[in-house]
């Protein structure tokens, strides 16, 4: 059985479920806020070290400004009300992407890493103003700044997820199968499943039969 440490999660899906159950793309976010919850539950249960959770690309800032803020101000209060919690749970809180939001979301996504940094249970890396070709261009030029090797292990550490091991499984819900520049460069080997509901109807039975089914794919890494 393949071992599991690191699951990525491209959520897909919100604002069609707001419109179809409740007519507003919002309340697809704030249900899927709750699918964030459970999944982050199960991922302690099933003993996972590492969750990746694309909630901002760099391309969602050209979504209505009101879309845009509700989203903040979730993510604000999610924060808030649950930082204590997911502490207490040992779980640790990473950033990933550039932080250029309001000086009060930076300083709380800065208290919230800062609070957590010992924890080991869970690591959730939170992508935010994430774009994997931009992370690629900055590791590049910290290379080429400190005149190193362009290899494999350089551009590794020069990437914002240095020390986090790669993805082995990506779920995208939301029935499209792309990456939208996610994690290009960690997603070389990772096994890829692209699941039709959208993200707030995901549930748990559905997450676990996707660990199931990855657990007993054979895994070759180039080699038969
Ligand atoms: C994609 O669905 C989802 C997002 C851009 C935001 C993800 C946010 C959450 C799950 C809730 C907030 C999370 C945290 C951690 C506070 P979409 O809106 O692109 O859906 P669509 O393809 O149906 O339009």
Known sequence: MNPLNHVAIIM?????WGMKYKNSRNAGHKAGLNTVEKIIKETIKNKIKYLTLFAFSTENWKRPKKEIDYLFNLLENFLLNRIEDLHKKKIKLKILGSKKFSPKLNKLL?????????NSKLQINLALNYGSKSELINAFKKIKKNKKAITEKNIDINLQTKKIPDPDLLIR???TKRL????LWQLAYAEIFFEKKLWPSFNEKDYNRIIKEYKKIKRNFGKI
């Not at 897909?12 to 069609?16: A, H, L, P, V």
């Not at 939208?180 to 994690?183: E, G, K, Q």
């Open 173 to 175: 819900t939301g029935k």
């Open 12 to 16: 897909d899906g919100n604002g069609r």
């Open 180 to 183: 939208s520049n996610f994690l």
């Open 110 to 118: 800065n208290n919230s890493e800062k609070k957590t940094s010992k």
